[in-house]
């Protein structure tokens, strides 16, 4: 009997050592498919920034030239349900616009888990087709969305900056 309790003894003694560095080493496993990344909390940052109000775009320049000018007169609505609206004063352009998280890094300079893109997509007139793309976020505040896309073609870089009326 008396060689039970040790044997009994011992094993206890494993298990009150193992066990919980066991449960340390997989509670602290950061595959977890319910953690939020920082580009999940980010793109719903942005989306609740820019679905609200109307926005003007302070800065278009297509690979080294500013046609920020060209857009002088619209005024651009993100609504919540991914419709895009472009107004001139005068005609309503609908276009399509979203945010995904982008995997791939080879279409920009970041390689974290806070690469978002934010896609614009219009069908016409050509001054709003120039904007379609899917840009990368540089950066965004409750006034302002700065975007960028380095071009696969020649390497040149556009960038797209949009302010809160």
Known sequence: ?????????????ITMLVLPAFMLLTACSDDDEDTETNA?????????????????????????????????????????D??????????????IWSMTKDDDSSDD?????NDIDFNISFSSPEVLVELTDDWDVSSWSNTRLELYDVSGGDGTTDLLTFEKN
């Open 109 to 113: 300079s970041s390689n974290d888990d």
């Open 82 to 95: 991914g419709k895009l609206v472009a107004d001139n004063g005068v005609e309503q352009y609908a276009g």
């Open 40 to 80: 999940d909390i980010a793109i719903e940052q942005i989306y609740d920034r820019v679905t609200t109000g109307t926005w003007r775009i302070t800065l278009y320049n297509d690979s080294g030239v500013d046609e920020t000018n060209d857009y002088a007169n619209y005024s651009f609505s993100f609504e919540p």
């Open 1 to 13: 009997m008396i060689p039970n309790l040790k044997n009994l003894r011992f094993k206890l003694l």
